[in-house]
């Protein structure tokens, strides 16, 4: 199957600070990329649409002067968490949906990056 | 909207079956099963379109009613590897092609 990976894996961060968060579709080309947070024992919230080459759509409630989302090329999507604080601590996950799978539109997570932020 | 899982929780002894059911408030398309282990990201398990579609892989499977607006996951003979929080995921005409709605998810314990 269709690989994503996410770097860090995990960072501890001072509040205050900026994360960047890497997704990147391995072997094969996403048009759309998705970010989730997902805090403990609850489901996957969506935060944007990251699509290549254009804006990222934000989900409701979803800062995206906090939540930076980039999405240069169709392998590669990036999240930077501006002026972090420990309420943005959470686990974010990434998804890319594997261009032109019709009807299927599946999504391919990555393992996740667990931000800490003291 | 946000579908509804039933149960929330389920504790097995390894070996019985379970059913995890998904149900949503609007049309569906398609309905995305996900396996998830704690601190990992969501694995998938199965896609289900409409039009009564039914498929499984091993002992785990899955039916679609989109007439009900409702899926219905089966795991059979259930391993200890089964254990984690398994999600739907829900693709309605008005949402084809973008984001899925993920349920709150149906914590599964199987003991030895």
């Known amino acids: 199957g269709a690989v994503v990976s996410q770097h860090p894996s995990w960072v501890i961060c001072k509040s205050g600070t900026s994360v960047k968060i890497e997704c990147r579709s391995l072997?094969?080309?996403?048009?759309?990329m998705f970010w989730y947070r997902q805090f403990p024992k609850q489901s996957l919230m969506l935060m944007a649409t990251s699509n290549e080459g254009s804006k990222a759509t934000y989900e409701q409630g979803v800062e995206k002067d906090k939540f930076l989302i980039n999405h240069a090329s169709l392998t590669l999507s990036t999240l930077t968490v501006t002026s972090a604080h420990p309420e943005d601590s959470s686990f974010y996950i990434c998804?890319?949906?594997?261009?032109?799978?019709?009807?299927?539109?599946?999504?391919?997570f990555g393992p996740g990056t667990r931000l800490t932020v003291l | 909207q946000q579908p509804v899982q039933s149960p929330q929780a389920v504790i097995l002894r390894e070996g019985e079956d379970a059913v995890i059911n998904c149900s949503s408030s609007k049309a569906l398309y398609s309905v995305h099963w996900y396996r998830q282990k704690h601190g990992e990201a969501p694995v998938f398990l199965m896609i289900?379109?409409?039009?009564?579609e039914q498929k499984g892989h091993e002992k785990i499977s899955a039916s679609f009613n989109e007439k009900k607006q409702q899926s219905s996951l089966y795991l059979t003979a259930s391993q200890l590897s089964y254990s984690g929080t398994y999600f739907c995921g829900t693709e309605s005409p008005d949402n084809y092609g973008q984001n899925f709605v993920f349920g709150p998810g149906t914590r599964l314990s199987v003991l030895p």
């Open positions: 072997d094969f080309q996403a048009t759309t």
């Open positions: 998804s890319a949906r594997l261009a032109g799978l019709y009807p299927y539109n599946e999504q391919f």
């Open positions: 289900l379109l409409k039009g009564g």
